[in-house]
């Protein structure tokens, strides 16, 4: 059976993000998914995408801001952007997103239907019933204004939704895998999202299997009128029977990132790993004008997002310490070693490609070597790594929504990156 892990708090915020950036993300998402998608298969890369705690740090990694709700959109719209041109190639769809484009994932299903050979009626009624029940069956005050809908050829799929509460200035987001879901009535999530805000009508659990079949009855004896009657009539100072917790993650509402969001030690294998593997497996890169040690510790970062295992993404904060963040927390987005990134990647899974693994590969090792040099590894404090990212913001083409950085007045002597 599908399964439900938990929630997680998503501060509603508004804004969009800047076309520096977004192409950015674009070109970044795609050449993770490809990474994955080479390395674990398709199936896999649509599990990473139904968890909550993975999805969060996949946005933070690309720079978008690491607690808010804006990472949905974003995230969606980047991989619709750079995997539609490689759709047929890689045998994975992305319909959807916020706004219009959620309104036409119907019909993008059925086009993708006709060219599969899938059910594109089938696909596009699941889309239907998705949507209803989030927003029908499981009543929680959000009112769903993003639909995602992720299918391979073979035709399986991921679904994520998120619904926002204006009065709270909260969001709330809904994923949904097909692997194992023989219901949409009955405990259909893989997780939901969002911050406790009161009891939630939740028609979709299983213990609400008697509730669904006594309210067709009442309906079918009492009609409409006759409900409102009894309803009425009811005596309603009892407290209704409480659900039990789930797993929370909670998103806190302010900007900076403070220790209490990262785990340390994590941060300090991944650093360790860097100055580690580094110079074996990244030599020739080294090598090259311009390129330093920043690009391979956020290379450790982009490893972890590829081949690390669930309980890694606990503290999606932790990961935007790889390329910042569009409004500047934890510091400006590095836009030379964002651009030395991807360009780094793409050449990795093109030799992937043509038979050659070996940087694919050492991505894996540098992931291997962050889990184990982090139970021994020292480093900075957050804040002194922080302070010293700002500081050499201008040299690696630093920029936010607040513009470029430049460098202060005190000359410094310029950094590969």
Known sequence: MSRRTGGADLPLHGGHVPGWLSGRMSRLGAVIAQAIIHHYGRDEFLRRLA?????????????????????????????????????????LYICGGRGRHSRETPAQLLKIGEKTGLDGNELAQTSRLVAKVDSAAVQDGFDLYIHGFIITRD?????????????????????????????????????????????IVNLTD??????????????????????VRKISAANTTKEPPRQGMLPHLSMPEHHEIRPENIMLRRLHGAL????????????????TPGVGARTVRTLAHVAEIIHGTPCRFDDPARFSLALGGKDR???????????????????????????????????????????????????????????????????????????????????????AC
Do not use: C
């Not at 299983?206 to 409900?227: K, M, V």
């Not at 360790?272 to 090598?287: C, K, M, N, T, V």
């Open 51 to 91: 968890h909550p705690f993975w999805f969060q740090s996949f946005g933070s990694v690309m720079g978008m801001d690491w607690h808010s709700s804006g990472i949905t959109t974003s995230v969606l719209g980047a991989l619709r952007r750079g995997l539609t041109p490689m759709a047929d190639e890689l045998g």
């Open 155 to 199: 035709g399986q799929w991921t679904v994520i939704q998120q619904g926002m509460n204006p009065d709270r200035k909260l969001a709330r987001r809904y994923h949904w895998l097909s692997e194992g879901l023989e219901s949409f009535i009955e405990t259909p999530h893989a997780a939901i999202e969002g911050r406790k805000t009161g009891t």
């Open 206 to 227: 299983r213990r609400a299997s008697a509730s669904r079949t006594n309210q067709l009855d009442l309906l079918r004896s009492l009609g409409p009128d006759g409900i």
């Open 272 to 287: 360790a790993a860097a100055a580690e593997r580094g110079p074996q497996d990244f030599s020739e890169l080294l090598l």
């Open 329 to 415: 927390q934890p510091f400006p987005v590095p836009l030379k070693v964002y651009d030395k990134t991807i360009t780094l990647l793409k050449q990795a899974v093109e030799s992937s490609r043509l038979g050659n693994d070996d940087r694919l590969a050492a991505l894996s090792r540098l992931d291997e070597a962050s889990r184990r040099l982090e139970r021994t590894a020292s480093g900075p404090a957050l804040a002194a790594y922080i302070a010293q990212e700002k500081a050499m913001s201008a040299s690696y083409g630093g920029r936010s929504v607040f513009g470029i950085e430049h460098p202060d007045q005190t000359p410094s002597k310029h950094a």
